[in-house]
């Protein structure tokens, strides 16, 4: 009887531990390590727990390591700039990419992102130039067209005739719409409209298809039909 007196007497004090715990955890002993939790935790993808475990990785490192780490963070909203042609990041007017004139200028790969340039750029295998548009069409988020860079686009090959456009986005819904969507805009300013050749264990997103696979579908690009 002592031994089952004792089992619900101790029920309180675990769930007590468990609710001083969860204080602690919610508690920071620092208001500068508590901002630089809920900062580094505003980040995609990154919880609360990992937050904390970064803050403190900062906390152990020395000064300069850390204020590099914050000057480079900075830098990206002070000093980064958008390629006057192709909208890519860059640090001046214009891009490397679009600097370079070994490569064909009058065949323009239209992507969603930065990361899809850099995952093309991998493979190697394309030699033309970009338009990046900075997102996709996606009404559920709320994205219409205008937020998109079509209007430059559409200004680039009114300058710009006899151009090939690829439209290398993702194959899912958004992707499919903002191409449609693009062709319809575009159809009767470029010399040619193709896509990426699909069924080659292609995935929907550029991001993550292997850069062999992602080479091939550029190479072998075929007409776009709507
Ligand atoms: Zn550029």
Not at 30 to 59: D, N, T
């Amino acid at each position: 009887m002592q031994i089952a007196a004792a089992k619900i007497s101790a029920r309180p004090d675990i769930s007590k531990f468990f609710l001083n715990l969860r204080l602690q955890m919610n508690e920071y002993p620092s208001k500068v390590l508590q901002e630089a939790v809920e900062a580094i935790g505003s980040l995609p993808g990154v919880g609360s727990r990992s937050a904390l475990r970064l803050a403190l990785h900062l906390l152990r490192q020395p000064a300069e390591n850390v204020h590099h780490f914050a000057a480079a963070v900075d830098a990206l909203s002070d000093k980064i700039h958008y390629c006057k042609t192709c909208n890519m990041v860059c640090d001046g007017q214009t891009c490397g990419i679009c600097a370079d004139t070994r490569r064909a200028h009058t065949t323009i790969c239209v992507v969603e992102s930065v990361r899809d340039v850099m995952s093309i750029e991998a493979t190697g295998q394309y030699h033309g130039v970009y338009h990046v548009l900075g997102g996709i069409i996606s009404p559920i988020n709320g994205i219409g067209p205008a937020d998109l860079s079509i209007e430059p686009l559409v200004e680039r090959l009114q300058n710009q005739p006899g151009a090939e456009v690829i439209l290398a986005l993702s194959g899912d819904v958004e992707g499919e719409t903002t191409a449609f969507y693009l062709y319809r805009k575009i159809s009767g300013l470029a010399a040619k409209v193709s896509t990426l050749a699909r069924g080659l264990g292609f995935g929907d997103d550029l991001e993550y298809a292997d850069s062999l696979t992602l080479g091939r579908s550029i190479v072998n690009r075929q007409e776009f039909k709507p």
